[in-house]
């Protein structure tokens, strides 16, 4: 595949980012991602067309809106440099196909998901309960997930982690796991399959816990210290597209 394909991907994933990034801060305050048109979060103003170029207008703008002169989120930028990288990642996984076109949407589905649960600790029902019915149907018609293997990662996905949100509360009295991450869980069975489960949870905890006992030891926090669990339920659902294969040859099929 020719250097200016990989090229015209990575501009219009970066374009995606940064629509990405409007629902992201838009979603979880219930407005609308489409209107009003973009504008500075401090000032009010609307962002001309080339000062909302991704990665290049905050570069040039140096991180500061052009009319009240407010910081601008680094997460911007990186939003649309991980929407962009991800375009290019899978454009070499899956090459020009339809696999490609659904698995860049489930990831930035993901992304989305992954930043609002690290600004708010929830993750939108708007997202995940007609999330969940359309990656089950995707996955069957598009992904060469079977049916079987849909609905059972989309039942065990769900009732894995409700059962553990269940006992952690019964044993503790307190809640853990929010519904979301139960219900983002199952939408991660339902598109990868039940096999994905395995390394995902894996993935997840493990990363999980290590980011939350650095935490704890730099913040001088306690056990009780929470950490949103959506990010790394997401970025353990997309590492599965690039390694869940050989995970499961080396540590399950060898066997």
């Known amino acids: 595949m020719t250097p200016w394909i990989y090229a015209l991907a990575a ?36 962002i001309r067309f080339y000062d909302n170029i991704p990665i290049v207008s905050y570069i040039f703008l140096k991180g500061k809106c052009r009319s009240c002169r407010q910081k601008i989120s680094l997460r911007y930028p990186l939003v649309e ?84 949100a269940f006992l952690y509360e019964l044993i503790t009295k307190r809640e853990g796991m929010g519904g979301g991450d139960i219900k983002l869980l199952a939408m991660l069975g339902a598109f990868w399959g039940w096999k994905s489960l395995l390394f995902i949870l894996l993935l997840s905890s493990f990363s999980g816990a290590f980011v939350g006992i650095c935490l704890m030891i730099l913040k001088g926090k306690n056990m009780k210290y929470a950490v949103p669990f959506g990010p790394f339920l997401s970025l353990a659902g997309v590492v599965y597209i690039f390694l869940g294969d050989a995970f499961m040859r080396f540590f399950i099929f060898r066997y």
């Open 81 to 164: 440099f991980l929407t962009a990288f991800m375009a290019v990642i899978l454009l070499w996984k899956f090459g020009v196909s339809v696999k490609y076109l659904f698995s860049f949407l489930f990831v930035c589905v993901l992304i989305v998901i992954a930043f609002i649960d690290l600004d708010h600790q929830i993750i939108p029902d708007i997202i995940t309960l007609p999330g969940i019915p359309i990656c089950f149907a995707v996955a069957v018609l598009f992904m060469d997930i079977t049916l079987f293997e849909a609905a059972l990662g989309l039942l065990i996905g769900g009732g894995s982690l409700y059962l553990v």
């Open 11 to 46: 501009v219009f994933g970066a374009a995606i980012g940064s629509f990405l990034n409007v629902c992201i801060v838009r979603i979880p305050e219930g407005k609308s991602i489409i209107f009003p048109p973009s504008h500075c979060l401090q000032c009010g103003q609307p």
